[in-house]
């Protein structure tokens, strides 16, 4: 029996069963295959070794044998024969992988879906890849939801790529199941079914599909190293953990998820794609390099466990090394032009497409030219609009703008083209001012890769609070290009607001720390509010403190932390750097560290809507989320206490652990918990013990453990020391 406490080395037995699948089942391991797969290679030892024994019967008696050939022949010949055999083992080894990885990813391509995709004949050929993201843990089907739909369209000959998205809530037609959302495809029939109906909708020939698992997104943005993000506005959304002020962010893979993922903001679906696709370009432009995709072998293993698609892990990689020649700048994406509206008896909210344009939208992908009629790219300096505005003023601003869309702008005619705003409350998400004045362009024509500068008069809206500006173009008489999915300019403004600002840690906090370790950050802060911040009151001051948050539980875990204290006053809409010394908590855990601005006996900044800045921060060693949603638990009661099993499995719960309906243990003498474990199942049990206080961990044999059988990961029983792996 193989026992560990905290603090214990894993003791095996020596009648230990390493060769059991689910519990009381035999599996043949892995050692097994990878012993058959070195066949090959040993054979070629052999080979080396027959060489020898020839050599020996060719020479003379009096020196028999390889003793008798020179020091450097002998070397020579035990260095080439080890080479041959080391080789041979490793190709073995590569193909025996490679293969494994494919039969892993390949296993939901069937003969149907095959038959559906077009073939192309060479990695030469301009490809079009159907991605979706798949959400597992939506527990209410068994596929998940296909909660993002892209279609990638490379050219390797023009060295361009092109990524249309599609909305989720899109209502089209499937196949057998009449209209309905897009994403509702992926429920009813899976891959199969989503490709057929976005051919069928697009009018596109799709030669392959990749689906990847939300949770290996997160694994691969982190592996990657996270990715940099400029956030113009404010995003605050529950339902996905997306909390971020304005600015420049480092995220996560955690963090990218629930951005790209929230829909909180007045553009919902339309806004969370824009996001999504904002994230992906990103990536490209930070990531395509020669020094991330050298290390695409280490990212195999996070897509072989995440990811299902037609194509080899050798065509991936050689899709990868083809992308590395494009350039960010050869990157375009684009949206389905769809409105929203409603369905039965305003029931159910839809994305109603332009069906003809999304059809052309296509084609003109395949024939390389820009893919939306309606397209624009906006950039303003970074204090061109203030952060604080002021009741009854004007703001003059210049704004760059680059026509991308497949159409001319004209100044003059039926429907000439302008520059508008928006004023958008950004509490309410109530447009207060949807016609701002319009602004001309300054020349006649502005012809599809060309870039003007506008002219603008920005007003502030009519009353203070928060808002969000949009800076959006208008095809007079037709439509905004923000309804055609044209991302407009945002800028984040407050009117006349007491409390507000903006903060930027500069990459000085540490990710990863030691439980009660110690450091100092250093917090650039901005005031862009108009309470003048004073910092040398004994009462009334402003000081910079911090929250400490448990990322799992919302538990707050230290409320208080040491101020930081601002060098001088510091005015509306300046700035000032502010040395803050954090400790760690002491419990090792995942959590959210939060710098917040404090008026000192009257209020925190974050309690009157301002949003913290907040950094994922690791404390000692911790659970691995993605694991801890991968692993499948069955708990018996051995202590005999009424709801310890129940309460029990709450707290696995909190984790994303699976857990089978409770048994109650042989007995009930179980003192201290004991979790249950086989061979291949050892790494999921030493993360389920970071979160607990009090175990055994004990190497599943039958003979001990005969009357304890599931077909779970893992077994606990639930001894008496249960509130310690509560609490």
């Known amino acids: 029996m193989a026992k560990k406490h905290k603090d214990d080395k894993i003791i095996h037995s020596e009648n230990q069963d390493i060769n059991k699948g689910a519990y009381g089942k035999e599996v043949i391991s892995d050692n097994e295959a990878l012993q058959s797969s070195n066949a090959d290679g040993l054979e070629s030892v052999k080979a080396s070794e027959s060489i020898l ?105 023009q060295k361009t790529a092109t990524l249309l998205s599609i909305p989720r809530d899109t209502l089209v037609d499937i196949e057998g199941y009449g209209q309905d959302k897009i994403n509702a495809a992926f429920a009813y029939g899976g891959e199969e079914l989503m490709i057929k109906t976005v051919s069928s909708f697009l009018s596109a020939n799709i030669n392959h599909f990749v689906t990847i698992d939300f949770d290996g997104f997160v694994k691969l943005i982190d592996a990657l190293g996270g990715v940099d993000i400029t956030i113009e506005r404010p995003l605050i959304d529950p339902n ?66 995440n990811t299902k698609t037609d194509l080899d892990l050798l065509t991936i990689l050689r899709y990868a090394k083809a992308g590395l020649s494009f350039g960010a700048d050869n990157f375009e994406t684009a949206i389905v032009p769809t409105h929203a509206d409603w369905i039965e008896d305003n029931t159910i909210s839809v994305q109603l497409p332009d069906l003809e344009e999304s059809k052309a939208m296509w084609q003109r992908i395949l024939l390389g030219e820009p893919a939306g009629k309606y397209n624009a790219t906006y950039s303003i300096d970074a204090d061109a609009i203030p952060d604080a505005l002021a009741t009854g003023m004007t703001y003059d601003i210049s704004v760059k703008v680059k026509n991308t869309g497949a159409i001319k702008w004209e100044k003059g005619g039926t429907n000439p083209v302008f520059i508008g705003y928006h004023w958008i409350n950004f509490d309410t998400k109530e447009t207060v001012v949807f016609d701002g004045k319009r602004s001309v ?12 500068t506008f002219e603008m008069k920005i007003s502030a809206p009519p009353s203070k609070g928060k808002y969000i500006l949009q800076l959006d173009l208008v095809k007079e008489g037709v439509t905004w290009f923000s309804y055609q999915g044209v991302p407009p300019l945002e800028k984040y403004c407050t ?202 961990l004990v190497l599943y044999n039958s003979a001990d453990w005969s009357e304890y059988k599931s077909s779970s990961d893992l077994i606990v029983i639930l001894g008496k020391d249960y509130l310690e792996n509560i609490n």
């Open 53 to 157: 024994r020839e050599l020996n019967k060719s020479v003379p008696a009096k020196k028999k044998g390889f003793k008798a050939l020179p020091l450097y022949s002998r070397i020579l010949i035990i260095f080439f024969a080890s080479i041959i055999g080391i080789a041979a083992t490793a190709a073995s080894l590569f193909y025996w992988y490679i293969n494994k990885a494919n039969t892993s990813m390949n296993s939901i391509t069937s003969s149907e879906i095959e038959n559906i995709l077009t073939p192309v004949e060479s990695i030469e050929e301009p490809v079009s890849i159907l991605l979706l993201g798949r959400d597992s843990r939506d527990t209410t089907n068994d596929l998940g939801r296909a909660d993002t739909i892209m279609l990638l369209y490379l050219n390797p000959g």
């Open 240 to 305: 996905t953990g997306a909390n971020f002020s304005a600015g420049n962010h480092h995220l996560t893979g955690e963090q990218a998820l629930a951005y790209s993922r929230s829909r909180s903001t007045e553009l919902a679906d339309i806004g969370r794609i824009q996001r999504q696709q904002l994230l992906f370009s990103s990536l490209v432009d930070q990531k395509l390099k020669s020094q991330y995709l050298g290390r695409i072998p280490d990212y195999f293993n996070i897509l072989v466990e």
């Open 441 to 452: 362009l300054p020349q006649l024509i502005v012809n599809p890769g060309e870039e003007v």
């Open 495 to 696: 009117l006349d607001v007491s409390y507000s600002a903006q903060y930027d840690d500069g990459n000085s906090t540490p990710l990863y720390l030691d439980p009660g370790q110690e450091f100092i950050a250093q917090i650039m802060v901005k005031n862009t509010g108009y309470l003048l911040w004073e910092h040398y009151k004994k009462e009334g001051r402003i000081d910079l403190g911090s929250h400490w948050i448990n990322r799992d539980t919302g538990e707050i875990v230290l409320w208080d932390g040491i101020r930081g204290l601002l060098p001088t006053d510091v005015s509306h809409n300046e700035q000032a750097s502010v040395d803050i010394k954090v400790i760690a908590p002491q419990k090792p855990g995942r959590y959210i560290l939060q710098y917040d601005m404090v008026h000192e006996g009257k209020t925190w900044f974050s309690e009157q809507g301002v949003i913290p800045l907040e950094i994922n921060v690791n404390v000692g060693q911790t659970i691995d989320k993605q694991v801890a949603r991968n692993t499948t638990i069955k708990v018996f009661n051995g202590n005999a206490i009424t709801g310890a099993a129940t309460q029990f499995i709450e707290n696995l719960k909190i984790y994303g652990y699976k857990v089978d309906v409770p048994s109650n243990a042989q007995n009930f003498n179980f003192k201290k918990t004991i979790i249950l474990y086989k061979s291949s199942t050892l790494k999921k049990a030493e993360q389920l013990a970071l979160i607990l206080g009090s175990y055994e």
